[in-house]
Structure formats: structure tokens, C-alpha cells
């Protein structure tokens, strides 16, 4: 079992940064990527950012230059630090971890989401 804490979601003026963190902990044997993902009310969930074991990251066009994503392997933890937000970021933001279990098998998990809500 892998289990998925996140927090620092909240509210914030439009302008202002949050910085979400997001700790992975069970049955891990490896970590292959980190990711968060959002969903705003009667949208669809979509990718915020990814980062690999290796470094390489990807960024919805939506946040490029203003959010920034990274991991910490030694404690399982990514991070997103969001900064000139905007009030079309206000959602819930996930958390993805996928990777492997102690028994090799594949594993691929959600957080339970936390609410950042971006006030104009």
C-alpha cells in the first residue's frame, strides 16, 4: 500500500504564492515519476506538472514560468511551488506517484486533493 499526504493548499490573493508538498510513504521500493494534476468545478482533471526520477520535467503551458516543480527521492516528497497565481488556477490540485512496491509490482496513486483557491 502507498499512501499520499499532501498540503499547503489555501486561500490567496491573485499575485501571491503557495507552495504544495506532497509525501509518499508505505510499501515503496522505487519512484519512477511525481506529478500534480488539478481540477477546477465542471472541468476536467488536468496536468499541472511532472518530474521524473532523473530531473526532467513537463509543465502545462497555463503555469510555465510561473510554477515550479520538484522532488526530494530521499524523503519521497514532491513539491509545488506556485507563484503569480491567477484566479483561473483556483482548484483542487492532486497529487500522482507511480513507481513500484516492495513485491516489483507497479503502483500508481492519488493524494485526496487540496483546495487552492485564488481570490481577484
Known amino acids: 500500500q502507498v499512501r499520499l499526504v499532501e498540503s499547503g493548499g489555501g486561500l490567496v490573493q491573485a499575485g501571491g504564492s503557495l507552495r504544495l508538498s506532497c509525501a509518499a510513504s508505505?510499501?515503496?521500493?522505487?519512484?519512477?515519476?511525481m506529478g500534480w494534476y488539478r481540477q477546477a468545478p465542471g472541468k476536467q482533471r488536468e496536468l499541472v506538472a511532472r518530474?521524473?526520477?532523473?530531473?526532467?520535467?513537463n509543465y502545462a503551458d497555463s503555469v510555465k514560468g510561473r510554477f515550479t516543480i520538484s522532488r526530494d527521492n530521499a524523503k519521497n516528497t514532491v513539491y509545488l511551488q506556485m507563484n503569480s497565481l491567477k484566479p483561473e488556477d483556483t482548484a483542487v490540485y492532486y497529487c500522482?506517484?507511480?513507481?513500484?512496491?516492495?513485491?516489483?509490482?507497479?503502483?500508481?496513486?492519488w493524494g485526496q486533493g487540496t483546495q487552492v483557491t485564488v481570490s481577484s
Open positions: 500522482n506517484v507511480a513507481g513500484l512496491v516492495v513485491t516489483r509490482s507497479q503502483f500508481n496513486s
Open positions: 508505505g510499501s515503496i521500493f522505487s519512484i519512477s515519476a
Open positions: 518530474i521524473t526520477t532523473g530531473g526532467s520535467t
